[in-house]
Nanobody, 120 residues
Framework: QVQLVESGGGLVQAGGSLRLSCAAS????????LGWFRQAPGKEREFVAA????????NLADSVKGRFTISRDNAKNTVYLQMNSLKPEDTAVYYC?????????????WGQGTQVTASS
């Protein structure tokens, strides 16, 4: 079992920045790749970013490349999503999730989510 707790969401003006954190706990948490997803009202959940277990490989959705960065600190069992140049269309609930592998595996564990609102 892996438990995930997100924090760092909030309200920010368009163009501003936020950093989301996701604390992972559980016996094998550091073995998992970690990802961020988001879901806006009335829309399906979409992939945002993912990072492998040692932080050496990452993927970002095209919509956030150049603005968002994903990183992890295994000493703290925490993954971060640095979000810069936020746009109103980034407004969503952001979820942290854990997967055994970055390609071909589903996400087995999910956090409760944190709200991000970028106002125009």
């Amino acid at each position: 079992q892996v438990q995930l707790v997100e924090s760092g969401g909030g309200l920010v003006q368009a163009g501003g920045s936020l950093r989301l954190s996701c604390a992972a706990s559980g016996r094998t948490a550091s073995d998992y790749a970690l990802g961020w997803f988001r879901q806006a009202p009335g829309k399906e959940r979409e992939f945002v970013a993912a990072i492998n277990w040692n932080g050496q490989r990452s993927n970002l959705a095209d919509s956030v490349k150049g603005r968002f960065t994903i990183s992890r600190d295994n000493a703290k069992n925490t993954v971060y999503l640095q979000m810069n140049s936020l746009k109103p269309e980034d407004t969503a609930v952001y979820y942290c999730a854990a997967t055994p592998c970055m390609v071909g595996c589903g996400y087995d564990y999910w956090g409760q989510g944190t709200q991000v609102t970028a106002s125009s």
